[in-house]
């Protein structure tokens, strides 16, 4: 079982819908979880973070975390063309070797935001 | 503030040869991680530096390696390159505690031919 599973989509939403982006993890120390947009040819981009189970909002985003179920989302309102990208969750466990720059990541869901 | 600067953006190298690739992470962040990333494997952590040391690395030959200099700039070296090796290589600075607040570079794009 691979420690992190998101599905690879691709998802295709009209302008304007609410997206769901979704991952579950296996590894219960996990306790800061990530989101990550990126473009074609580009680095991820960081969008949120979110530390142990709860909801975090920033503009038209949301996430959520269900520690007891070990499934996180994001939530896009009022999708745009422009949010077409890569979405990819990301985890880690401070207390793994010291190491605070070893992020377990999703393989990405493609979105696709038709106008 | 300047963002992660990665060199080059793209290169093409033949199979048996080496490569160095550079990153230079945002001013005042000292710890630089890197990462490989493959369609058919997502992103995969390689190493970690922190003040010049390796911190952590992850499951890769020793063919992989990477140093830290003072200023925090970093540079990986893959030697003896496999056609395997065609990824983007990505750079990330890290600006929190607890690897929340990782800053990615745009990458170098590899080909091994």
């Known amino acids: 079982q691979k420690e992190v599973e998101q599905d690879p989509g691709p998802l295709s939403v009209p302008e304007g819908a609410i997206v769901s982006l979704n991952c579950t993890y296996s590894?219960?120390?996990?306790?800061?979880f990530m989101w990550y947009r990126q473009y074609s040819r580009k680095g991820p981009e960081l969008l949120m973070y979110?530390?142990?189970?709860g909801n975090k909002e920033d503009g038209r985003f949301t996430a959520q975390v269900d520690k007891s179920s070990k499934y996180i989302s994001l939530f896009i309102r009022d999708s745009q063309p422009s949010d077409s990208a890569t979405y990819l969750c990301?985890?880690?466990?401070?207390?793994?070797?010291?190491?605070?720059?070893?992020?377990?990541f999703g393989k990405g869901t493609k979105l696709s935001v038709k106008p | 503030k300047a963002g992660v600067t990665q060199t080059p953006r793209y290169l093409i190298k033949t199979r048996g040869q080496q490569v160095t690739l550079s990153c230079s992470p945002i001013?005042?962040?000292?710890?630089v991680s890197w990462y490989q990333q493959t369609p058919g494997q997502g992103l995969q952590f390689l190493f970690e530096?922190?003040?010049?040391?390796?911190?952590n690395k992850g499951n890769f030959p020793g063919r992989f390696s990477g140093r830290q200099f003072s200023n925090s700039r970093s540079e990986m070296n893959v030697s003896t390159l496999e056609l395997g090796d065609s990824a983007l290589y990505l750079c990330?600075?890290?600006?929190?505690?607890?690897?929340?607040?990782?800053?990615f570079g745009s990458g170098t794009q590899l080909s091994v031919l």
């Open positions: 001013s005042g962040h000292r710890s």
């Open positions: 590894n219960s120390a996990f306790q800061y």
């Open positions: 979110t530390y142990s189970s």
């Open positions: 990330a600075s890290n600006g929190g505690q607890r690897g929340e607040k990782l800053f």
């Open positions: 530096y922190f003040s010049e040391t390796q911190r």
């Open positions: 990301a985890m880690s466990d401070p207390n793994y070797g010291g190491s605070q720059g070893n992020l377990i």
